[in-house]
């Protein structure tokens, strides 16, 4: 019997009666918008005008009905994809394929018989390269559903559409999947695969892959894989290459060290070669990391800072401080975040000049909105700045009214410097001044909370 008879039965198999009438422009042009269309009997007969006229580049609406809540059009969409499936270009049916095959999570109905009957009838229509195609393809979608079919069927060597699979670059389910059935290769196939997967992009794949070969029987070099992934951009797969050297008798921080100290070194072997070592922790090799934040680089710098916190974490307030000292945007956001969330140190006058002697004025006032009155005494001092030391009136105006917002969540009372600046009518007269007319009332609360605290100017009376 047809393999099209068997997927969509021998009555289905006739052309629709509707094929005989003629189409009109209007019927054309209708017919995507028919096969939404609420009416189950509107969508059965769009499904049989769509056969009719061999509408190919509907069949991505015709899929859609393959599971639709009414039994009879969901008939006469395999009917619809018996008749246009083997008028469909090879490109538009592997874009297909991945929707059909979807339907095995479909629950409105069993679709387990008939897709085995369409994935033979498919199988006719494609040839084994044209599935291999699919697989390297870019589509993610396509490539999975042909790499199921080229399994699911024993269509060609596992090796080749494994390997194929393990080196795609922009899907790592498919790389994933791949790796899966490895295992259940030849031994001798198994070790060619793993070392495929060792080029893979995924770190996740490659960590599993060393450790696959670590296990495999032998005949890979495990000594020179490992040489060759110290330096992997994997944090595990590392850890995996220095723990297979380490089972050898030999110390990887030789080779870290030989990488910092070879000027031709690029810059990702630095970087790796300094994360390595401050994870490993030798004391030994804290002068060398730390000599690293005073590179050229800027990522180099940010990276040493990272490994000599790894390494000695009870350093960081001097780390910290290092960081913001940094012109470098990196090194500046790495320092804020010490602070922030790693509970860093900077005291708050030194940090200060700083950052205002580089207009970090942002930055500025995100240290000093950790505390009520370092806040304020900014605001104030930069209002006072002339430009171009000083943010714009509206940054100002922005932080002062968070401040007023603000106030009393803290019980804090300012030091003795603070006090001297706040009490100052220059200072106050600064900060009115970047409130508007509309916002008077944000003025009666900063002076009220400036007068809580006594700090009205000198002979002004208080209340």
């Given at each position: 019997?047809?393999?099209?008879?068997?997927?969509?039965?021998?009555?289905?198999?006739?052309?629709?009666?509707?094929?005989?009438?003629?189409?009109?422009?209007?019927?054309?042009?209708?017919?995507?918008?028919?096969?939404?269309?609420?009416?189950?009997?509107?969508?059965?007969?769009?499904?049989?005008?769509?056969a009719a006229l061999e509408r190919t580049d509907l069949l991505p609406l015709v899929v859609v009905r393959l599971n639709d809540w009414v039994p009879a059009v969901r008939h006469a969409a395999r009917a619809t994809m018996q008749r246009l499936l083997p008028l469909t270009p090879i490109p538009q049916l592997l874009q297909l394929l991945p929707n059909i095959l979807r339907l095995r999570e479909m629950g409105r109905s069993d679709h387990a018989d008939w897709l085995q009957h369409f994935e033979r009838a498919m199988l006719e229509l494609l040839n084994v390269q044209d599935l291999l195609n699919g697989v390297g393809g870019k589509n993610v979608h396509v490539a999975r559903s042909c790499f199921y079919m080229l399994h699911q069927h024993g269509l060609s060597e596992p090796v080749q559409y494994i390997g194929m699979a393990l080196a795609t670059r922009g899907d790592t389910v498919l790389a994933?999947?791949?790796?899966?059935?490895?295992?259940?290769?030849?031994p001798d196939v198994q070790t060619a695969l793993y070392l495929k997967a060792m080029s893979s992009p995924f770190g996740r794949i490659r960590t599993s892959a060393f450790l696959s070969l670590t296990q495999a029987p032998g005949g890979q070099d495990m000594h020179a894989l490992a040489q060759a992934s110290l330096l992997d951009a994997q944090a595990s797969v590392r850890y995996l290459a220095i723990a297979c050297l380490q089972a050898?008798?030999?110390?990887?921080?030789?080779?870290?060290?030989?990488?910092?100290?070879?000027?031709?070194?690029?810059?990702?072997?630095?970087?790796?070669?300094?994360?390595?070592?401050?994870?490993?922790?030798?004391?030994?090799d804290l002068e060398l990391i730390r000599?690293?934040?005073?590179?050229?680089?800027?990522?180099v710098r940010l990276t040493a800072c990272n490994a000599w916190l790894k390494m000695a974490p009870s350093d960081k307030d001097v780390i910290a401080l290092q960081a913001a000292d940094d012109a470098a945007p990196g090194m500046q956001r790495f320092a804020w975040l010490m602070v922030s969330r790693q509970g860093a140190f900077i005291p708050f006058a030194t940090?200060?000049?700083l950052l205002e002697a580089r207009g970090e004025h942002d930055l500025l006032l995100r240290y000093a909105s950790a505390n009520k009155w370092h806040w304020l005494s900014t605001i104030a001092h930069l209002a006072m700045a002339h430009a171009p030391h000083r943010p714009s009136q509206t940054c100002l105006q922005r932080?002062?009214?968070?401040?007023?917002?603000?106030?009393?969540?803290?019980?804090?009372e300012p030091d003795a410097q603070q006090r001297n600046l706040l009490s100052q009518e220059c200072a106050q007269a600064a900060l009115r001044a970047l409130l508007t007319v509309q916002e008077e009332h944000y003025s009666t609360l900063l002076t009220h909370e400036l007068a809580r605290h006594q700090l009205t100017p000198a002979g002004t009376p208080q209340h």
């Amino acid at each position: 019997m047809n393999i099209f008879k068997m997927l969509f039965g021998a009555k289905a198999a006739a052309a629709p009666a509707s094929q005989s009438l003629p189409a009109t422009p209007s019927d054309q042009s209708s017919l995507a918008d028919e096969l939404s269309h609420y009416s189950g009997y509107q969508r059965q007969a769009a499904l049989e005008r769509c056969a009719a006229l061999e509408r190919t580049d509907l069949l991505p609406l015709v899929v859609v009905r393959l599971n639709d809540w009414v039994p009879a059009v969901r008939h006469a969409a395999r009917a619809t994809m018996q008749r246009l499936l083997p008028l469909t270009p090879i490109p538009q049916l592997l874009q297909l394929l991945p929707n059909i095959l979807r339907l095995r999570e479909m629950g409105r109905s069993d679709h387990a018989d008939w897709l085995q009957h369409f994935e033979r009838a498919m199988l006719e229509l494609l040839n084994v390269q044209d599935l291999l195609n699919g697989v390297g393809g870019k589509n993610v979608h396509v490539a999975r559903s042909c790499f199921y079919m080229l399994h699911q069927h024993g269509l060609s060597e596992p090796v080749q559409y494994i390997g194929m699979a393990l080196a795609t670059r922009g899907d790592t389910v498919l790389a994933t999947q791949a790796l899966r059935l490895c295992a259940s290769a030849a031994p001798d196939v198994q070790t060619a695969l793993y070392l495929k997967a060792m080029s893979s992009p995924f770190g996740r794949i490659r960590t599993s892959a060393f450790l696959s070969l670590t296990q495999a029987p032998g005949g890979q070099d495990m000594h020179a894989l490992a040489q060759a992934s110290l330096l992997d951009a994997q944090a595990s797969v590392r850890y995996l290459a220095i723990a297979c050297l380490q089972a050898k008798g030999e110390d990887a921080r030789i080779s870290y060290r030989a990488v910092l100290a070879n000027p031709a070194s690029n810059t990702q072997a630095i970087r790796v070669s300094l994360l390595a070592l401050g994870s490993l922790r030798a004391p030994e090799d804290l002068e060398l990391i730390r000599a690293f934040t005073q590179a050229k680089l800027p990522s180099v710098r940010l990276t040493a800072c990272n490994a000599w916190l790894k390494m000695a974490p009870s350093d960081k307030d001097v780390i910290a401080l290092q960081a913001a000292d940094d012109a470098a945007p990196g090194m500046q956001r790495f320092a804020w975040l010490m602070v922030s969330r790693q509970g860093a140190f900077i005291p708050f006058a030194t940090l200060r000049p700083l950052l205002e002697a580089r207009g970090e004025h942002d930055l500025l006032l995100r240290y000093a909105s950790a505390n009520k009155w370092h806040w304020l005494s900014t605001i104030a001092h930069l209002a006072m700045a002339h430009a171009p030391h000083r943010p714009s009136q509206t940054c100002l105006q922005r932080e002062l009214l968070c401040w007023i917002r603000d106030a009393q969540r803290s019980t804090a009372e300012p030091d003795a410097q603070q006090r001297n600046l706040l009490s100052q009518e220059c200072a106050q007269a600064a900060l009115r001044a970047l409130l508007t007319v509309q916002e008077e009332h944000y003025s009666t609360l900063l002076t009220h909370e400036l007068a809580r605290h006594q700090l009205t100017p000198a002979g002004t009376p208080q209340h």
